[in-house]
């Protein structure tokens, strides 16, 4: 029973790396910290998990800070919670919060507190118990009626030792998010429709390190764009159709079969792992800055500029509203086979008052096993006007 916890936690950290059974056609960008590629919220991961370019919520702070001066509300307050690996185990969860406040009408301050339980594993006489968590704050402000841009500073802490590992140790590390948003009217026939555009370049920082600085692991760096039209069918129903394109910006590392091949082994050799960690070494991977590993990223997979474009994943989603109040959502997610072939359908609804809003989501999958899959995540979220509208203040 023990056995099979520890090694459902092993698969939720590494479903980002890559394994070596699948030789040299599972190539995944690596990255430490994985519960920063989390969607948080569940409107977004009803959607396919997009959000850079929809409409402005109170969880804009991970998809895209920019877009908080555009929020009809004046303040908001939101908690989301998702369940990973239920499947299998019960206390591995995320659980997020995010708040903002717009000061007068072109500028906002936000923040959010990620943290990431794996849980609690009772190995022999020894208790591991990993956690990660992420605090941030960032600031937008609109530089023209149509246009905003925001900057975020992230701290990342991530705890994944073992109590009896002397060689291991929690890391840290520091972020900055560069975000752009454009939200206009356009005209798409006799319809007046919302466009919306999106940029952000999120976790821009140092890299982690779990053993002292002798290794480095690089944080998910990742540029995110993205699109969005809302069309009104008439006074009460609206439908928005979105769509994110995402590009880690991290280095490839250098893959197994690429180690075998230089050192003339058979190309089915699987025992020359310690080997690989040597050599890895030698090839200078692990000493590249994470800033030099943002420009390197775009040109160096292993297949080429073919390759590269299989490190690009993204998602399109689509939101049905009903007198601003009820929404159906639902969305697809892709990712290329060889780089984690993360594939699912997503759906939800959302229902809200004039206080709150109560958004959920469920996610199918249609690859390979999913930690979200078959599962629920809520979001419930608070505006501030309404509150005070209450208690009258």
Known sequence: MMKNRILSILLGLVLTLPLFAQKEQFNPVNTGVTSLSIAPDARAGAMGDIGVATEADVNSQYWNPAKYPFNIARAGLSMSYTPWLRQLVADIDLAYLAGFYRIGDYSAISGSLTYFSLGEVIAEEYTIK????????????????????????????????????????????????????????????????????????SNIGSKISYDGGNTNEFIPTNLRLGASILIPIDEYNTITFSADLNKLMVPTRPTYAQFLEEEGYDADDNSKYSE???????????????????????????????????????????????????????????????????????????????????????????????PLDQTLRFSLSFDMDGLRDIFGR
């Open 130 to 201: 990993p956690y990660e968590f992420a605090v941030d704050v960032a600031y937008s402000r609109m530089l023209s009626e149509t246009f905003s841009a925001a900057v975020a500073l992230r701290f990342i802490y991530s705890d994944l030792q073992y109590d009896y590992a002397e060689d291991m140790e929690a890391g840290s590390a520091f972020a900055a998010d560069l975000a752009l948003y454009y939200n206009n009217y356009i005209m798409l026939g006799n319809r007046e429709c919302m466009l919306g555009l999106g940029l952000n370049a």
């Open 276 to 370: 690989y960690q040597g050599w890895l070494e030698s090839t200078g991977y692990n000493d590249i800055s994470s800033i030099s590993g943002i420009f390197k990223s775009f040109g160096d997979a292993p297949g080429g500029f073919s390759e590269e474009l299989k490190e690009i994943y993204g998602g399109v989603g689509v939101e049905y509203c009903y007198n601003q109040q009820f929404s159906l959502r639902g969305g697809y997610h892709y990712e290329n086979e060889y780089k984690g072939n993360r594939k699912y359908f997503t759906l939800g609804a959302g229902f809200k008052m004039s206080v709150f809003s109560l958004d959920a989501a469920y996610l199918i999958s249609t690859a390979q096993s999913n």
